[in-house]
């Protein structure tokens, strides 16, 4: 079994910067994709971004390019989502998710975390 704890959630002014991380455990990761959805009050979960498991490939939303980054640590079992000029839409519950397969991680993960609340205020 697989569980995601992440971290780095918090309050931060438009135009500002988070890093967001997730430890995976429960078994080794490195074999997984691993991703980024956000859900914001009142709307679906969406998809942020993904990294495959040797961190040399990675998708992310149209929405979110040039402004996030993700990133990750197989010996660390960690995931990081590096979000740069940050806007009050970017608002949500982010959550870090796992899945062996690429069509899952961008759709309907097996693996979630509990997520972490980002609040960007104008």
């Known amino acids: 079994q697989v569980q995601l704890v992440e971290s780095g959630g918090g309050l931060v002014q438009a135009g500002g910067s988070l890093r967001l991380s997730c430890v995976g455990s429960g078994r080794t990761l490195g074999s997984y994709w691993m991703g980024w959805f956000r859900q914001a009050p009142g709307k679906e979960r969406e998809f942020v971004g993904a990294i495959s498991w040797g961190g040399d490939s990675t998708h992310l939303a149209e929405f979110v390019k040039g402004r996030f980054t993700i990133s990750r640590d197989n010996a660390k079992n960690t995931v990081n989502l590096e979000m740069n000029s940050l806007k009050p839409e970017d608002t949500a519950v982010y959550y870090c998710?796992?899945?062996?397969?690429?069509?899952?991680?961008?759709?309907?993960?097996?693996?979630w975390g509990q997520g972490t609340q980002v609040t960007v205020s104008s």
């Open positions: 998710a796992a899945d062996a397969l690429l069509r899952d991680i961008l759709r309907r993960p097996d693996h």
